[in-house]
């Protein structure tokens, strides 16, 4: 009994301090009215995996080289493995092809930085 309680203590402790991860994802929408049948599903979609948006349009401007898409949308999510589990979910599966077939996109998962110092 001791050993499993040491063992999920270092769980939760690994997954408190575990790096933030992003998905970032270039968006330029084709079909406006499907698109919103898509964004209007995705905050349900992301609650059970800790996914916040941080951008989510947004007014993007290009400081060096080619000006992003005209929706830039940034997701986080508490881990890198919380990100993955999101995009392979039954309820992204679901919606990801409304995205896909009402934009033309990018997604990116990228690393964030580790909090502890």
Known sequence: MKTMIGVAALLFASAAHAAPA????????????????????????????????????????????????SRVVVIEFPSRAAAEAWYKSDAYKAIRPIRQASTTSRLFLVDGLDPTP
């Open 22 to 69: 992003y998905v970032i994802g270039e968006i330029t929408v084709t079909d406006p009215a499907r698109f919103q049948t898509y964004a209007s599903q995705t905050i349900a979609a992301l609650k059970p995996f800790g996914g916040v948006y941080r951008v989510r349009g947004g007014n993007g401007a290009a400081l060096e080289g080619a000006a992003p898409a």
